[in-house]
């Protein structure tokens, strides 16, 4: 399935069944495997597909928000409706018919999924953040939703799990933030926050000119730290979650510290080079997990969040 921009024009669900709309959104997912966790395959098969449902959604809007052509804010707004048909009709997108029975079966409200909208509604016309408070509150709508819908699947609705989860997905979105600030930038956008970049001495020209200055360094070194102690924070659910879900958690906590690991090497520099894993990394990342699960210690060694 060749879909490199979701169209959110209905696709023909009609007479379709569930199962053929759950296997539209594995499709989807397999098609993008370098953003959906490798440890996911190692889930039970009857939770994995309403975590494809999820995947649907979640690459959909995201989509929507970055790269679609047209009225952006319109086609998110049928986005929305097609949601709210999961909660009071049948929707007529195929992913959405999938999303409805995920919905359905582990009674998932209807924030979460609609905060993502939001946060791509805002991308539409907020292009920098004043401060990390606010940084942080586009945070809880872009990522923090992602991982309390995946809780909802595998069982938990204790709010003091969701809040350890909110700092791990938190973690993960400012990771990519500082990963990818030059490409952002190309994209009109800055989520280094004004405030931390007036105190470092940081001006838009030295991002627009790909200039990494040593006070954009010990900016990005600053911005690094800080969201080390997130992840630290929120490591605390990998002991508290159902098996299923330990290691898949582990490996995005590993895979976001690993890319603040990259940025660390390469002094800092975000601007001239994009810091990335490869797929070795990747499986290596995944075989450690596995092994130490396995003989039953904590997925992740402690020294990964030195």
Same mark, same amino acid.
């Given at each position: 399935m060749d879909l490199p921009v979701i169209d959110p024009a209905p696709r023909t669900f009609g007479a379709a069944t569930p199962e053929s709309a759950f296997r539209a959104c594995e499709a989807l997912a397999r098609s993008h495997y370098e953003n959906f966790s490798v440890g996911t395959r190692?889930?039970? +098969?009857? /939770? =994995? =597909?309403?975590?494809? $449902? /999820?995947?649907?959604?979640?690459r959909g809007v995201d989509d929507l928000g970055d790269e679609a052509s047209g009225? =952006?804010? $319109?086609? @998110?707004?049928?986005?929305?409706?097609?949601?709210r048909l999961c909660y009071e009709g049948m929707p007529s997108h195929v992913y959405f018919a999938a999303l409805r029975e995920t919905i359905r079966e582990f009674d998932i409200p209807a924030e979460p999924f609609l905060k993502l909208i939001e946060a791509n509604r805002r991308d539409q016309t907020v292009k920098r953040h004043p401060d990390y408070a606010e940084l942080l509150d586009y945070c809880d709508h872009s990522a923090n939703p992602v991982g309390r819908i995946a809780l909802y699947v595998f069982g938990h609705r204790e709010p003091e799990l969701h809040a350890l989860s909110d700092y791990t997905c938190t973690a993960l979105q400012l990771t990519n933030f500082w990963q990818d600030a030059a490409r952002d930038y190309a994209m009109g956008r800055i989520y280094i926050p004004q405030s931390d970049m007036a105190d470092y001495g940081v001006s838009e020209e030295t991002i627009a000119q790909?200039? $990494?200055?040593p006070e954009f360094r010990r900016l990005m070194r600053f911005e690094v730290e800080r969201t080390k102690d997130l992840f630290r924070r929120g490591y605390a659910l990998a002991h508290r979650? /159902? +098996?299923?879900?330990?290691?898949?958690?582990?490996?995005?906590? $590993?895979?976001?510290?690993?890319?603040?690991?990259?940025?660390? +090497?390469?002094?800092?520099?975000? %601007?001239? =080079?994009?810091? #990335? %894993?490869? +797929?070795? &990394?990747?499986?290596? @990342?995944? &075989?450690? #997990?596995?092994?130490?699960?396995?003989?039953?210690?904590?997925? @992740?060694?402690q020294r990964m969040f030195n």
């Open positions: 190692l889930i039970p +098969k009857g /939770v =994995r =597909r309403h975590l494809y $449902a /999820v995947y649907a959604f979640c009225d =952006r804010m $319109a086609l @998110l707004d049928e986005w929305e409706r097609q949601l790909g200039n $990494a200055t979650v /159902v +098996k299923p879900v330990r290691i898949d958690l582990a490996l995005f906590t $590993a895979g976001g510290l690993s890319i603040l690991r990259a940025i660390e +090497k390469q002094d800092y520099d975000t %601007l001239s =080079r994009r810091p #990335a %894993l490869s +797929k070795f &990394g990747k499986a290596r @990342l995944l &075989g450690t #997990a596995w092994l130490r699960s396995r003989v039953g210690l904590s997925p @992740l060694p």
